[in-house]
């Protein structure tokens, strides 16, 4: 067996690990997704510390959960073009900070200054993906070939169990008490929806108008309220849809970019039921186990749909998930028809019904 390979193969050691860290700066919904790593990192090390190096605007995602010690700030805007004199000394400084502060780090970027900050640890064992994008595994000394067309969540379980721990599919989310106050203060009823409309990717939105069509069957099964969620500067994408909301026997409640991420992630905790697209709030409502009919067109859900729930996806006919990120165009989540996504809620709301009796 070559050098290379033994160390591919080799296990991380128990008892010699007392600190760890996890790198997954972003994005939202990919932090979210990354959940099950923390989980069996903790499990595996459960004397350690374990440390998330993650972008400061997400760090309520996971700052509540108990295997956590410490969220460490990445601070990517300040870094934004860190390759100009002389903010590349200043992220080289930043970087070294991490020297020799930990025994375990586990790149679930794969991207290159998320490889660059694994290699400044100068940990023992530094584990990443073989085919991680823009050089990130020239960071890596445990370099292991994960399956690029599973879902996310297991693929990277898949490169920690290369190192023999045992992966964890567990993708709940904790709330802060912060955030638990915060919605009883909200007095939403006992029963509310939230729907999380918007995207960054036009090819991602399905057509703002149709939301208005499932609000009866909402109705129809005794929701009082409905909450719209999304990121700040996303306000527009909901105008269309709060004016068709006034002939709604239910009040519309319109939190886009209104609330912190924890706090949006507390009204996901108490909906009754959750209509999304492919977003951040999608993956949220899964680590909270609540009811979800979630669209997808041009991205693939077997890639990075609701982890465990394909159930819960509605998928435009014809799609297949090669429309390009950039592209604007929503032809393709057109074809979800409305009577379709009142078909699922329905059936959703049926079967939350009959398991609440």
């Not at 860290?21 to 374990?50: E, K, Q």
């Not at 020297?99 to 998320?114: A, E, I, K, N, T």
């Amino acid at each position: 067996m070559s050098p290379q390979s033994s160390l591919e193969h080799s296990e991380a050691p128990r008892e010699s690990t007392r600190s760890v860290l996890l790198v997954r700066p972003s994005a939202l919904g990919d932090v979210c997704r990354s959940v099950p790593v923390l989980a069996s990192l903790g499990r595996a090390f459960p004397s350690a510390r374990i440390d998330w190096l993650v972008q400061p605007e997400f760090v309520d995602a996971i700052r509540a959960h108990p295997t956590l010690n410490e969220a460490v700030d990445f601070p990517r805007s300040r870094f934004a073009r860190w390759w100009f004199p002389p903010r590349t000394f200043e992220f080289l400084r930043w970087v070294r900070t991490f020297r020799h502060r930990y025994d375990l780090v586990v790149d679930c970027q794969g991207l290159f200054r998320s490889g660059l900050v694994t290699r400044a640890t100068g940990a023992p064992i530094r584990i990443g993906d073989r085919n991680a994008r823009e050089f990130a595994w020239l960071g890596y000394n445990r370099r292991h070939v994960v399956d690029g067309h599973a879902h996310s969540v297991d693929r990277w379980l898949a490169l920690i169990a290369s190192e023999g721990i045992e992966p964890i599919p567990d993708t709940r989310l904790y709330l802060s008490d912060e955030d638990r106050h915060w919605h009883r203060a909200q007095s939403l009823g006992d029963r509310y929806a939230v729907i999380a409309p918007t995207s960054r990717w036009g090819s991602k939105r399905w057509p703002i108008d149709r939301w208005s069509k499932v609000l009866p069957s909402l109705a129809d099964h005794g929701i009082e309220a409905v909450v719209l969620v999304g990121a700040p500067g996303e306000q527009e994408q909901t105008a269309t849809l709060r004016q068709g909301s006034s002939s709604s026997p239910m009040s519309m409640i319109d939190m886009t970019g209104r609330t912190t991420v924890g706090q949006m992630m507390s009204l996901l905790n108490g909906a009754s039921i959750v209509l999304s697209c492919d977003s951040a709030a999608m993956h949220m409502t899964v680590g909270f186990d609540r009811p979800l009919v979630a669209l997808f067109g041009p991205t693939d859900p077997s890639y990075v749909g609701p982890y465990g729930r394909p159930d819960a996806v509605i998928r435009a006919p014809g799609a297949t998930g090669h429309v390009s990120h950039r592209h604007h165009d929503d032809s393709t989540m057109s074809r979800i028809t409305h009577t379709a996504v009142i078909q699922r809620v329905n059936e959703v709301l049926d079967a939350e019904g009959s398991s609440s009796r």
